[in-house]
């Protein structure tokens, strides 16, 4: 067993910085292989040579490997080598989440037969009843679903829909794909219910959205009424997020990244340090700003002032290139890289909108946001110390996040909660690769993960102002100058 100082609270609700022992399971050979593969070619080679070492013993476990392998290839738009990878980890497991990810891929790339071919791969699931689905099984049928439509049979792929129909379209990428089979179907009422709040979301910038609520309003004789509505739509949420900005004392503030992508940001400014220290929070993508009032607030009450900074396809930092969440699917190695940059930005505008440190800041990575965090500290100099909320990552990226924490040697603070337990084996990783005496891994028992755990435990602020204060210390004021003796004369 391993073990690794950790947190013990006492009744004050703070930490001791001795060293407390926590066991954790040994790693796996798998394990082994993606902490140690810091690039994405030897990382794919030694999947490879894994799986096929293992392919007699663990069938399954080498499958695994195939399958991270194609994840890997997915992630930067390399979409026929992750196809070949992911036939590669069904043929050595069928089950349904390999199959899964095989009519993924093949969805994706929709080259000639590719949307037969998912068809009969997903072809054994059993269609579910409307009574409360696992999740699971609604994203599975909605995906055969989606590729009975691809495969020109959209009354097959309504028929799938219907029983899982109130689970899909609260999630955006699904709104879009049914508002498709609807089209087919000249459905175009609920092609407008579908679209509008992903019109709304995007800022009217997606060009796919936008293309079918027009043609669709179109045919209802209400074309001239669609973009009045949707600006309403838009002002109508700018007004409640407003709401909320307001009463933690925040400002909303837009700026450029480095290639003049535009990026939105909420600054929060300390209420007595003319010259505060800087914190940039890097959200997760798809989070509104009304679940960081706890997390902002007491940043703040800490003497930062804050930045909460959207990522690229999320609230206000959107473009015609990166309207969406889902404008991420198949380059996410790109974009992940490129809001690591967008947080350099994101510090030089918060020291000129709240006169802060230009020299240094705190950085706080939640979520799956954390991978471009830790690249933007090993990016910008000025990141002196990081916080990251609930971590996760592909495990594709584990071993390149692993590197980068080693080589950037400075502290980071990992706050966990309870529903964060299978995330545990990254942040371990991540953990182990900074200077252990001196990070620290915070565990709430209280509900939630993430940004809710602020909400609901009181006592992590108090803990992390403590480990601040001693991983991060503002410098000793300078000591009066003694006055010079009287002269004897």
């Known amino acids: 067993m391993r073990h690794r100082p950790t947190l ?20 796996s050979p798998l394990d082994a292989v993606l902490d140690g593969s810091a690039g994405d070619a030897v990382l794919r080679s030694r999947l490879h040579a894994f799986a096929d070492s293992v392919a007699a013993s663990d069938p399954a476990l080498a499958s695994e490997a195939q399958s991270i392998a194609g994840q890997s290839l997915a992630r930067r738009g390399e979409v026929d080598s992750a196809v070949a990878c992911y036939e590669r980890a069904m043929g050595l497991d069928p089950r349904e989440p390999r199959r899964v990810e095989l009519a993924t891929a093949l969805l994706a790339r929709l080259g000639p037969g590719d949307a037969e071919r998912a068809r009969d791969v997903l072809r054994p699931v059993q269609p579910i009843t409307p009574q409360l689905p696992d999740p699971s ?12 439509f691809l495969s020109g049979q959209p009354d097959s792929a309504m028929r799938l829909i219907a029983p899982v129909d109130s689970w899909l379209t609260a999630h955006q990428e699904w709104r879009y794909r049914l508002a498709c089979v609807s089209f087919e179907r000249k459905e175009w009422i609920r092609v407008q219910l579908l679209l509008t709040p992903l019109g709304v979301a995007s800022r009217t910038y997606d060009g796919d959205v936008m293309d079918m609520l027009l043609r669709s309003a179109d045919e209802l004789n209400s074309k001239r009424r669609l973009e009045p509505m949707l600006i309403t739509e838009i002002q109508k949420r700018d007004r409640i997020e407003q709401e909320w900005i307001d009463g933690i004392g925040g400002r909303r503030v837009g700026f450029r990244a480095a290639d003049g992508f535009p990026l939105g940001g909420t600054v929060l400014k300390p209420r007595r340090p003319a010259h505060p220290r800087g914190a940039v929070v890097l959200m997760a993508a798809g989070d509104t700003i009304a679940v960081y009032d706890s997390l902002a607030a007491g940043l703040r009450d800490l003497g930062l002032a804050v930045m909460l900074l959207e990522p690229r396809g999320s609230g206000h930092s959107v473009a015609p290139s990166c309207p969406l969440p889902s ?24 020291a000129r909108e709240t006169g802060s440190d230009s020299t240094q800041y705190l950085l706080v990575g939640i979520g799956d946001a954390s991978p471009s965090a830790v690249l933007a500290a090993r990016k910008d100099r000025r990141v002196r110390v990081m916080m990251l909320v609930s971590p996760t990552a592909s495990p594709s990226d584990r071993g390149m996040l692993r590197a980068a924490v080693a ?4 502290p980071i603070y990992f706050q966990t909660g309870p529903e964060d337990i299978p995330s545990q084996p990254f942040i371990e990783t991540l953990y182990e690769a900074t200077d252990m005496r001196a990070s620290r891994v915070a565990d709430s028992d209280r509900p939630g993960t993430r940004t809710k755990i602020f909400r609901r435990d009181p006592r992590i602020m108090a803990r992390f102002k403590q480990w601040l204060s001693e991983s991060w210390p503002r410098p000793a004021a300078p000591r009066p100058t003694p006055p010079k003796p009287p002269h004897k004369g």
């Open 8 to 27: 013990t609270l006492i009744a004050a609700g703070l930490f001791l910085l001795a060293p407390a022992s926590r066991s954790f399971a040994q790693p």
């Open 407 to 410: 080589s950037w040697k400075r």
């Open 137 to 148: 099984q609604a994203a599975t049928q909605g995906l055969f679903a989606w590729a009975q």
């Open 327 to 350: 404008a991420w699917r198949g380059r996410e190695a790109a974009l992940q890289d490129a809001v690591a940059g967008d947080v350099a930005a994101a510090a030089s505008a918060l």
